[in-house]
């Protein structure tokens, strides 16, 4: 089923400027217009857009993600796991951090 822009948008819960940013920078395109020259998605576009958006939530930038979608599955497999491996580290970072914070809220 082929949605317009404003359609799929709503779908995904992603701002309408953002699609067309991915399409400027050739990440997406729509796979036709309708009889009044709206731009139509379909499931693969759709499909391809929670990709970028998954992508975008692990931390990885527009020109990574545009290397990444046309890379094979085990370049995509190591930078994931490379990811992963940097998120880990923020993590421990981030937990050591609140619990600094935690000491000095206690000891004041």
Do not use: W
Not at 16 to 25: L, P, S, T, W
Not at 32 to 55: A, D, M, T, V
């Amino acid at each position: 089923m082929q949605q317009t822009l404003r359609q799929m948008c709503a779908e995904l819960k992603i701002p309408r400027r953002a699609v067309q940013g991915y399409e400027k920078i050739g990440l997406v395109r729509p796979s036709g217009k309708n009889k009044y020259g709206h731009l139509l998605y379909s499931e693969p576009e759709r499909e391809r857009i929670r990709l970028i958006r998954f992508y975008q939530k692990l931390g990885f930038h527009l020109k990574e993600i545009k290397e990444l979608l046309d890379a094979d599955i085990p370049v995509r497999k190591a930078a994931i796991q490379a990811k992963i491996a940097e998120l880990e580290t923020k993590n421990v970072q981030l937990q050591e951090l609140i619990q600094q914070a935690k000491e000095y809220i206690a000891a004041l």
